[in-house]
Protein backbone atom coordinates (compact mmCIF):
# COMPACT_ATOMS: atom_id res chain seq x y z
CA UNK A 1 0.00 0.00 0.00
CA UNK A 2 1.87 3.37 -1.30
CA UNK A 3 1.64 6.22 0.51
CA UNK A 4 -0.30 4.88 3.90
CA UNK A 5 1.24 5.55 6.81
CA UNK A 6 2.46 2.78 9.26
CA UNK A 7 0.34 3.30 13.13
CA UNK A 8 2.80 3.20 15.52
CA UNK A 9 2.78 0.14 17.25
CA UNK A 10 4.24 0.85 20.78
CA UNK A 11 2.78 -1.91 23.10
CA UNK A 12 4.65 -0.30 26.05
CA UNK A 13 7.72 -3.27 25.77
CA UNK A 14 10.68 -1.27 26.25
CA UNK A 15 12.10 -4.56 24.95
CA UNK A 16 10.17 -3.81 21.61
CA UNK A 17 12.19 -0.51 21.11
CA UNK A 18 16.03 -2.19 21.96
CA UNK A 19 14.84 -4.72 19.47
CA UNK A 20 13.91 -2.60 16.59
CA UNK A 21 16.87 -0.35 17.60
CA UNK A 22 19.01 -3.37 17.34
CA UNK A 23 17.64 -4.60 14.39
CA UNK A 24 18.28 -1.41 12.59
CA UNK A 25 22.03 -1.11 13.55
CA UNK A 26 22.30 -4.96 12.33
CA UNK A 27 22.05 -4.06 8.98
CA UNK A 28 24.34 -0.75 9.18
CA UNK A 29 25.93 1.77 11.14
CA UNK A 30 23.41 4.75 12.28
CA UNK A 31 23.89 8.10 13.99
CA UNK A 32 21.57 8.60 17.37
CA UNK A 33 19.91 11.30 15.39
CA UNK A 34 18.88 8.38 12.78
CA UNK A 35 18.31 6.11 15.19
CA UNK A 36 16.04 8.46 17.26
CA UNK A 37 13.72 9.80 14.30
CA UNK A 38 12.90 5.81 13.03
CA UNK A 39 12.00 4.94 16.22
CA UNK A 40 9.99 7.49 17.17
CA UNK A 41 8.28 7.11 13.67
CA UNK A 42 7.62 3.59 14.15
CA UNK A 43 6.73 3.74 18.30
CA UNK A 44 4.75 7.02 17.74
CA UNK A 45 6.62 10.45 19.85
CA UNK A 46 4.99 8.87 23.27
CA UNK A 47 7.91 5.63 23.27
CA UNK A 48 10.24 6.53 25.66
CA UNK A 49 13.22 5.83 23.06
CA UNK A 50 16.17 8.87 25.12
CA UNK A 51 16.44 5.93 27.89
CA UNK A 52 17.09 3.35 25.42
CA UNK A 53 19.21 5.52 22.76
CA UNK A 54 21.56 6.29 26.50
CA UNK A 55 22.17 2.75 27.05
CA UNK A 56 22.93 1.71 23.50
CA UNK A 57 25.82 4.61 23.43
CA UNK A 58 27.08 3.30 27.31
CA UNK A 59 27.13 -0.01 25.55
CA UNK A 60 29.13 1.03 22.54
CA UNK A 61 26.26 -0.30 20.21
CA UNK A 62 25.68 3.56 18.84
CA UNK A 63 28.41 5.63 18.34
CA UNK A 64 28.42 8.98 16.28
CA UNK A 65 32.48 8.51 15.46
CA UNK A 66 32.05 5.33 14.18
CA UNK A 67 29.00 6.26 11.75
CA UNK A 68 30.97 9.57 11.07
CA UNK A 69 34.19 7.38 9.54
CA UNK A 70 31.98 4.97 8.20
CA UNK A 71 29.90 7.09 6.44
CA UNK A 72 33.57 9.62 5.35
CA UNK A 73 35.00 6.18 4.33
CA UNK A 74 31.58 5.30 1.95
CA UNK A 75 31.41 9.06 0.17
CA UNK A 76 35.32 8.87 -0.16
CA UNK A 77 35.29 6.24 -2.05
CA UNK A 78 32.22 7.48 -4.33
CA UNK A 79 34.32 10.27 -5.07
CA UNK A 80 32.64 13.05 -3.11
CA UNK A 81 34.33 15.70 -1.29
CA UNK A 82 35.04 16.59 2.48
CA UNK A 83 32.62 19.65 1.79
CA UNK A 84 29.88 17.98 0.67
CA UNK A 85 30.43 15.27 2.97
CA UNK A 86 30.62 17.58 6.16
CA UNK A 87 27.07 18.77 5.05
CA UNK A 88 26.09 15.38 4.45
CA UNK A 89 26.72 14.83 8.03
CA UNK A 90 25.56 17.95 9.02
CA UNK A 91 22.12 17.00 7.69
CA UNK A 92 22.22 13.99 9.38
CA UNK A 93 22.63 15.05 12.76
CA UNK A 94 26.13 14.54 13.46
CA UNK A 95 27.94 17.09 15.93
CA UNK A 96 30.52 19.51 13.82
CA UNK A 97 33.19 18.48 15.95
CA UNK A 98 32.76 14.55 15.42
CA UNK A 99 31.97 15.17 11.60
CA UNK A 100 35.85 17.49 11.51
CA UNK A 101 37.33 14.89 13.09
CA UNK A 102 36.43 12.07 10.49
CA UNK A 103 36.84 14.01 7.53
CA UNK A 104 39.94 16.21 8.19
CA UNK A 105 39.17 18.84 5.21
CA UNK A 106 42.68 19.77 5.30
CA UNK A 107 44.15 16.66 4.43
CA UNK A 108 46.30 16.63 0.97
CA UNK A 109 44.60 13.44 0.37
CA UNK A 110 41.23 15.38 -0.63
CA UNK A 111 43.48 16.65 -3.52
CA UNK A 112 44.52 13.49 -4.86
CA UNK A 113 40.80 12.15 -4.69
CA UNK A 114 39.82 15.47 -6.67
CA UNK A 115 42.47 15.01 -9.76
CA UNK A 116 42.16 10.97 -9.52
CA UNK A 117 38.08 12.02 -9.57
CA UNK A 118 38.86 14.53 -12.75
CA UNK A 119 41.05 12.09 -14.42
CA UNK A 120 38.73 9.14 -14.17
CA UNK A 121 35.95 11.29 -15.80
CA UNK A 122 38.41 13.93 -17.89
CA UNK A 123 41.16 12.76 -19.24
CA UNK A 124 44.81 13.52 -17.20
CA UNK A 125 45.60 17.03 -19.56
CA UNK A 126 44.81 20.07 -18.41
CA UNK A 127 41.17 21.74 -19.48
CA UNK A 128 42.25 23.15 -22.89
CA UNK A 129 39.82 26.24 -22.54
CA UNK A 130 38.84 28.63 -20.39
CA UNK A 131 35.18 27.24 -20.57
CA UNK A 132 36.25 23.69 -20.24
CA UNK A 133 38.34 24.81 -17.18
CA UNK A 134 34.83 26.29 -15.66
CA UNK A 135 32.64 23.20 -16.45
CA UNK A 136 35.54 20.97 -14.97
CA UNK A 137 35.70 22.98 -11.72
CA UNK A 138 31.96 23.42 -11.00
CA UNK A 139 31.63 19.58 -11.35
CA UNK A 140 33.98 19.19 -8.91
CA UNK A 141 32.46 21.92 -6.47
CA UNK A 142 29.10 20.39 -6.84
CA UNK A 143 30.98 17.27 -5.46
CA UNK A 144 31.78 18.96 -2.31
CA UNK A 145 35.41 19.84 -3.31
CA UNK A 146 36.96 23.34 -1.97
CA UNK A 147 38.25 26.06 -4.35
CA UNK A 148 41.87 24.78 -3.29
CA UNK A 149 41.67 20.91 -4.28
CA UNK A 150 39.61 22.40 -7.79
CA UNK A 151 42.64 24.02 -8.35
CA UNK A 152 45.24 21.56 -7.59
CA UNK A 153 43.10 18.96 -9.82
CA UNK A 154 42.66 20.94 -12.62
CA UNK A 155 46.70 22.41 -12.36
CA UNK A 156 48.37 19.36 -14.40
CA UNK A 157 51.14 19.20 -12.43
CA UNK A 158 52.24 18.60 -8.87
CA UNK A 159 53.33 21.06 -6.61
CA UNK A 160 53.65 21.18 -2.79
CA UNK A 161 51.94 23.36 -0.52
Excluded at 1 to 15: F, I, K, N, T, W
Excluded at 59 to 77: I, K, P, Q, W, Y
Aim: aromatic share 6%; proline share 5%.
Amino acid sequence: MLGRRRVPDYSGDLADIRRAAIELLSRREHCAAEIRARLLARFGKEAPVEPELERLLAEGLLSDARFAETFVRAHRNKGHGPLRILRDLAQRGVASELAEAAVDPRSRDWQELARAWKERRFGAQPPASAGEWQRVARQLQQRGFSPDQVRFALSGRDRER
